[in-house]
């Protein structure tokens, strides 16, 4: 048995979700207990052990929110349909959350927008000037057509810069191992299922915005991130301002990848916008104002490989600590 794979169903629970999820906090701490289990999941590809992907996997298959003793008894029973899951998926969460933590630096870029994200999944997080956004309880930002129905909220602290209108994007594209079609009901489900339970909010902004998405499709490519970005940088509309962009994505890239995925969008006559665990982009950590091991579970959103601010994994908070203009 993995030891680390005890210690990641810990952290999960402990650090990701509590405080989020009460049923994902009782499952993932029981199976950091539980040889059982751990001894199943250990089976796996290293890469394919995510408590994210693991858990979406059993309630892809119908586990209901239910004890501890009762989800164990069910995961051995239907072990192997899980492991047949996880194996052919992966954690595309396309959490729109965070698009409230993106805004902010979006909006301070000169425009028109053309924005590419790498890691994609269905496209949905393309779409951050057709939502709406309440910041702090009293800033509200809708677009031009009227208020969205995915309305996100943030806390913020710090001199966030939040804008008095959204940016204005002309060209929307994206890549994805595996991009998911959003007129593809069962690939729908799935990211359905990778919403944590007792979070009815996400659940909802999600399917309408999957309504937005089926109503003015993106143009998400399949392809490695690293071989596909440049293509889509040089296709962007002239005049634009290109933007390429990505949220929980490099964490489930090798360090050699993220290291060349910088190399390359370094390179390339666009912005870089990150949204990341705090020790995923080396370069990012390393200019960090507080050590990132003090904030376990937040996220850096970074322009250029400058760090701005902390975040919450789905865009609930920003904590913005630089001051001046982010261009």
């Known amino acids: 048995m993995d030891s680390g794979t005890a210690g990641r169903y810990r952290r999960f629970g402990e650090f990701e979700a509590r405080g989020s999820s009460s049923c994902y906090e009782l499952w993932a701490l029981g199976i950091a207990s539980d040889r059982g289990l751990l001894s199943l999941i ?5 890469e394919k052990r995510q408590p994210n992907l693991v858990l979406a996997a059993s309630r892809y298959l119908g586990v209901a929110e239910t004890s501890f003793p009762e989800f164990r008894d069910w995961m051995l029973l239907h072990w192997d349909a899980v492991a047949e899951v996880v194996l052919a998926r992966s954690t595309q969460t396309n959490e729109v959350g965070r698009a409230a933590v993106l805004v902010p630096v979006f909006a301070q870029l000169p425009g028109p927008l053309a924005l590419i994200e790498v890691g994609a999944s269905a496209g949905l997080c393309l779409y951050p000037d057709l ?10 930002l809708h677009p031009d057509c009227g208020e969205s129905g995915v309305v996100l909220r943030c806390a913020t602290s710090g001199a966030a810069p939040i804008p008095d209108r959204l940016p204005q994007v002309v060209s929307r594209a994206g890549v994805d191992l595996n991009p998911l079609d ?9 990211l359905e299922c990778l919403v944590w339970p007792g979070q009815p909010d996400r659940l909802r902004r999600l399917r ?12 998400v490519v399949s ?3 690293n071989e596909k970005v440049a293509e889509l940088v040089h296709a962007a509309p002239k005049g634009a301002t290109v933007v390429v962009f990505h949220s929980a994505v490099l964490a489930y890239s090798s360090v050699d990848e993220r290291i060349r995925f910088e190399h390359t969008v370094r390179g390339l006559p666009c912005h870089w916008l990150s949204n990341e665990g ?15 091991q003090d904030t376990p579970g937040r ?9 701005l601010g902390y975040a919450a994994a789905h865009g609930q908070t920003l904590d913005w600590f630089t001051t001046g203009p982010v261009r």
């Open 208 to 219: 309408e915005a999957v309504a937005i998405a089926r109503s003015r499709p993106a143009d």
């Open 42 to 46: 250990d089976q796996l590809p290293q």
């Open 131 to 140: 939502f709406s956004y309440q910041y702090d309880d009293r800033n509200e």
């Open 299 to 307: 996220f850096v959103v970074a322009l250029d490989g400058i760090p």
């Open 278 to 292: 705090s020790l995923v982009v080396e370069s990012v950590a390393d200019r960090l104002p507080v050590p990132p």
């Open 223 to 225: 392809g490695d991130l």
């Open 182 to 190: 959003v007129n593809d009901a069962d690939e729908m489900r799935w």
